[in-house]
Structure formats: C-alpha cells, structure tokens
C-alpha cells in the first residue's frame, strides 16, 4: 500500500506542474518585429512596394507604384489590405485577409485599356490614333495565406482567395481567384 500512495504523490507531482503552466508564445522574434518593408503582387492587393505593419493578431499593409512612360501614359496600382494572423508558429503564421486595389492607367488608343491581372483585355482602336484612353478599375478580394519566416529577417507571403474585379464598371464586373506574392524584410 506504501509503494502505491508513494507512486501516486510522485505522479502527481511530476504531472501537475505541465497543467499548471501558461502556453508560451513561439519564438519572440516573430511577434517582436511589426514592421515589414518589401515588394508585393497581387491582383486584389496592389503591386509594387509594399508597407506591412502586424501587430500580435491585427496588421495593415499599403502597396503602390506608378509608372510614367513617354505620350501620356501612366500606369498607379495601389493597395489597402487588412490582415488578421489566425495562427503563428516559429516558421509560419497562417493569415487571413481584405484586400482592395485600385488601378488607374492612361494609354493611347492602340494599347488596352483594360489591364487587370486574370480579366480579359479589351483592345480599344478609337477612330482617332492619337486619342488616350483613361481607366480606373476596384477590386477587392478575401482570402487565406502563409507568411513563412525564411530566415530571422525575411519572410515570404503566400496568399489566395475570391476576387471581385471591375466592381467600379457595374455590368463589367466580374470573379475569379486572387493571387497574391510577396517579400518582406522584417524589422
């Protein structure tokens, strides 16, 4: 009877204090950095340089560029995305994500004027061939992603979803898939 209750008094103290101990965040690292600085493609993100701010669930990025070539022509995306970290390891953190991008572009009559990502382009041919075309185009898209944390300063962004493209063009408007890629150096 002796070797029982000293079996039972060594357990339980051998097991006890694994319940009685909090669930530790992974590897401080991850969560310390909020700051990422890096370039980003996504056809309900934005493209070009990106801007990334995650907190410890909540995060917001900013994507943007323009391009100004020679006759007029301009191309701007830029990106307003918000973030929310559903779970974090030491070498990735499953995201989700609200993405919205808007796309301003000028071309001359020759060149398309519908340029998004997964969307048909509509060739426009004016009657005069020096006459520009201007378009803006709204997307949006929800989905889910991985930020895999590549080394201690450099992560990779992975993310898919539903997109709703030309929501500014009523009739227009249509689905598909949202990709999205991007490289982050965490600070």
């Known amino acids: ?17 694994t319940f009685s101990q ?9 969560l310390s950095k909020k700051n990422h600085l890096g ?5 309900t993100t934005g493209m070009g ?11 917001v990025q900013i994507t943007g560029i323009p391009v100004f070539q020679g006759n007029g022509y301009y191309f701007v995306s ?57 378009s803006t185009h709204y997307n949006i898209g929800l989905g889910a992603g991985v930020d895999i944390h590549l080394s201690r300063f450099l992560d ?4 898919a979803g539903y997109g709703l493209y030309d929501l500014n063009h009523g009739s227009n408007a249509y689905t598909s898939i949202a990709l999205e890629f991007g490289m982050y150096y965490r600070f």
Do not use: C, W
């Open 1 to 17: 009877m002796k070797t029982y209750t000293l079996l039972y008094a060594l357990l339980f103290f051998v097991i006890s204090p």
């Open 22 to 30: 909090e669930v530790e965040e992974p590897d401080n690292h991850v």
């Open 39 to 43: 370039v980003n493609m996504g056809s």
């Open 49 to 59: 340089l990106s801007y990334k701010y995650f907190g410890r669930k909540l995060g």
């Open 78 to 134: 830029t990106g307003l995305t918000a973030l929310y970290r559903i779970k974090t390891s030491d070498h990735i953190d499953l995201v989700s994500y609200l993405g919205n991008h808007m796309i301003f572009s000028r071309t001359n009559g020759y060149q398309s004027a519908n340029v998004q990502p997964f969307g048909p382009s509509t060739p426009v041919y004016p009657e005069d061939p020096e006459a520009t075309v201007e």
């Open 156 to 159: 990779m962004s992975i993310k």
